[in-house]
C-alpha cells in the first residue's frame, strides 16, 4: 500500500465513521452515551501524542529544543484561536447542545448558528486530513495511531456538531448530509499536505509536533474539565477506566502494527 493510498483510506475512513457514529448516538439521543466516549477519546488523544507522536516528533528534528518550543508554541497557538473563535464545539453532557435531554425544545439553538458550526467543523476535518497526511508521511505506524486518535475524538465532537444543528432548525437528514460533506474536509487536507509536505521532508517533524500539541490542548483544556462536572466516586471511577482504555488501545495498536512490521 502506498503513502497516499494509506492517507486516502484513513481520512475517508475516518470521516465517514466518525459521522455515521456521531448519527446513530444522536438520533438514539443517548446523551449519557457522550461522557463514556469523550472519556475514551482523552485517553486515545494523549496516549498517540505522548506514546507516538512526540517521540517520533523528537527523532526526527533538527534539535530537542526545538521540537519542545514547537510543541509549546502550538500549546499557546490553540489557546489564542480557541479564544478568538465565536463558538465551541461540544463535548460533554451537560453543554447546551444535549438541551432535549433537559427539556429544551430541539429548535432553538441559544443563539448558535448551524452554518457557523459546519463551517468550523469543516475547518476542523481540514486540519485533521493535514495532520494524517503528515504523520504517514514520518510512519505508516504513526499514521494509524493518529487517525485512531483522531477518529476517537471526533466521535463525541460530531455529536455536538449534529445536536446543535438539530437546535438550528435542520432536519436530522439535513444534519447528517452536512456533516457528512464536512467530513470531505478531511480527504482534500489529507491529498493536498501529502503533496505539499511531500516536497518539505524538513517540515513534516514540526508538523507532528503541532500535531502533538493540538491533541494535548484537546484533551486537556477542552475534554478533561467537561469530566470533572461529575465528580462522584463512581464517575470518577469509570473515567479512568476509560482513560486509561484509551490509552491502552493506543499502546496495543502500536505493539500490534510493531509486531506485523
Known amino acids: ?80 484561536l480557541e479564544k478568538l473563535v ?32 459546519t463551517v468550523g467543523d469543516t475547518f476542523h476535518n481540514f486540519v485533521d486530513g493535514i495532520l494524517i497526511a503528515a504523520a504517514f508521511l514520518a510512519d505508516f505506524q504513526l499514521g494509524v495511531v493518529t487517525a485512531l486518535a483522531i477518529i476517537a475524538h471526533e466521535i463525541p465532537q460530531e455529536v455536538g456538531d449534529f445536536l446543535i444543528l438539530l437546535h438550528s432548525g435542520y432536519s436530522k437528514r439535513q444534519a447528517i448530509l452536512l456533516n457528512l460533506l464536512s467530513s470531505v474536509a478531511t480527504l482534500v487536507g489529507g491529498v493536498l499536505a501529502y503533496y505539499a509536505l511531500g516536497t518539505m521532508q524538513g517540515v513534516v517533524p514540526y508538523v507532528l509536533g503541532l500535531a502533538a500539541s493540538s491533541m494535548i490542548y484537546v484533551a486537556v483544556a477542552d475534554l478533561i474539565p467537561g469530566l470533572h462536572k461529575r465528580p462522584e466516586l463512581q464517575a470518577t471511577a469509570q473515567q479512568v477506566v476509560l482513560i486509561g482504555l484509551g490509552v491502552g488501545s493506543i499502546w496495543l495498536t502500536k505493539l500490534l502494527l510493531g509486531d506485523l512490521a
Request: proline share 3%; glycine share 8%; with cysteine.
Open 1 to 80: 500500500m502506498t503513502t497516499l493510498t494509506a492517507i486516502l483510506i484513513a481520512s475517508l475512513f475516518g470521516g465517514i465513521l466518525s459521522v455515521c457514529a456521531a448519527g446513530f448516538v444522536a438520533f438514539k439521543a443517548r446523551a449519557h452515551w457522550v461522557p463514556v466516549l469523550v472519556s475514551y477519546a482523552i485517553g486515545a488523544l494523549l496516549g498517540a501524542a505522548f506514546l507516538e507522536i512526540i517521540p517520533e516528533a523528537f527523532d526526527s528534528a533538527s534539535s530537542a529544543q526545538s521540537m519542545a518550543a514547537t510543541i509549546l508554541a502550538g500549546i499557546l497557538i490553540f489557546f489564542v
Open 86 to 117: 465565536l463558538w465551541r464545539h461540544c463535548h460533554v453532557e451537560e453543554c447546551e447542545a444535549h438541551a432535549p435531554e433537559h427539556g429544551h425544545d430541539y429548535g432553538h439553538d441559544h443563539g448558535r448558528s448551524g452554518l457557523m458550526i
